[in-house]
């Protein structure tokens, strides 16, 4: 699914990856730990063709996105790729069933079946009374799932999550924990998923730890 091999990343002279390697399966989890500033977030940006690397290789389903022109990565981005971060960055003026489907339409999937999948997506998650509700209108929990669902719209095969439940309570962030775990299962998906929740890291198929730039 995904194969790093030798990833740096260097920043106005600072080192902040080292030559970093990891393969990713197909429906794995994987959670990434590590102290803030060992390079957690900037590897994850890197593997999800967000930012790319000062040096070293990565494939993904057997394609280097850095050999792409800037139009075409955009588009293999949203066909292939799905992000949560840990501020769901929802767009404040669109209502949860308009921000889910968004990705699905800049991939040019036609209205009716963009919101119809959006709606289906709203319904998995327990939602679909808040559909028409803006982000404001939200609870974080809330917020969280939407921003999942939004990350499932176009069936990604590899999903990259930040701090996912960072800003959730317990409850809350037990609850999205389960449903990555759910979604793996019922769409054979692999997660990349940096935590600070040990709890959960430990869940995954393989907790790595990361410090000063390297896997340790």
Do not use: Y
Not at 128 to 141: C, D, F, I, T, V
Not at 167 to 192: G, P
């Amino acid at each position: 699914m995904l194969i790093a091999e030798g990833i740096t990343k260097n920043i106005n002279g600072l080192n902040i990856l080292k030559g970093v390697s990891l393969e990713v399966g197909t429906a794995e989890v994987i959670s990434i730990v590590g102290s803030s500033g060992a390079g957690k977030s900037t590897l994850l940006h890197i593997l999800g063709t967000l930012d790319e690397p000062s040096s070293g290789k990565l494939l993904i389903s057997g394609k280097n996105p850095f050999a792409l022109k800037e139009k075409t990565l955009a588009a293999f981005r949203n066909q292939h790729l799905g992000f949560v971060f840990q501020f769901h960055q929802l767009l404040p003026e669109f209502t949860a069933l308009e921000n889910i489907a968004l990705p699905a339409l800049i991939s040019g999937k036609n209205q009716t079946d963009a919101f119809a999948a959006a709606m289906s997506l709203l319904d998995r998650f327990s939602l679909k009374e808040r559909a028409q509700h803006k982000p404001n209108e939200l609870s974080g929990g809330e917020q969280q799932r939407i921003a999942v669902a939004r990350a499932m719209i176009n069936q990604p095969s590899l999903i990259f999550a930040d701090e996912p439940s960072g800003n959730l309570d317990t409850t809350n962030a037990n609850a999205l924990h389960q449903l990555f775990f759910e979604l793996r299962e019922e769409h054979r998906q692999s997660f990349v998923i940096v935590t600070h929740n040990q709890e959960f890291a430990h869940m995954a198929d393989r907790c790595l730890r990361m410090q000063d730039g390297l896997f340790i």
